[in-house]
């Protein structure tokens, strides 16, 4: 019987390709805007109320709220200024979709960002490298995601 060289043999259990995954802004296709990084985070205010004299412990919820950050090489794209134009009205939001429908077998997940403004835009550089470096912050209202094309849940669509 085969024996794996090291202890504790592994299965391959699928694989998911990153040229797959895609990032929408808006109606635009971000593909050579040299996006770098995206971080997003939802939440949702809870406080824990408790009973005096039970062991009763209720949960109120309260608002919610999304945030975003995107880094990105200022790069030889022309719609860059286009891009920044897109978020910088707070009277016309924009959604924001990551796709992370990668897997070799289909399935995955897609998020959107509903109602996404940019709040700051930050850029560096250093004389080593000489690369100019961006980094925006977006806020947004909502969230939603959709899991292998049909609808898992979220928020309002």
Known sequence: MAQPVFAGGQTHFGGFRADQLTLTFGPTDVRGYLVQNVQFSYTQQVTMLYEIGSDYVYYVGGRTQGTATLSRVIGPSPLAAQFLELYNDICDPKPIAFNASAGCEGGGLEY?????????????????????????????????????????GGGAA
């Open 112 to 152: 959107e960002l509903i109602d996404a403004v940019l709040t700051t835009v930050s850029v560096s550089v250093t004389a080593q490298e000489v690369v100019i470096n961006e980094q925006m912050q977006f806020m947004f209202v909502d969230m939603t995601f959709t899991e292998d094309g049909a609808p898992a």
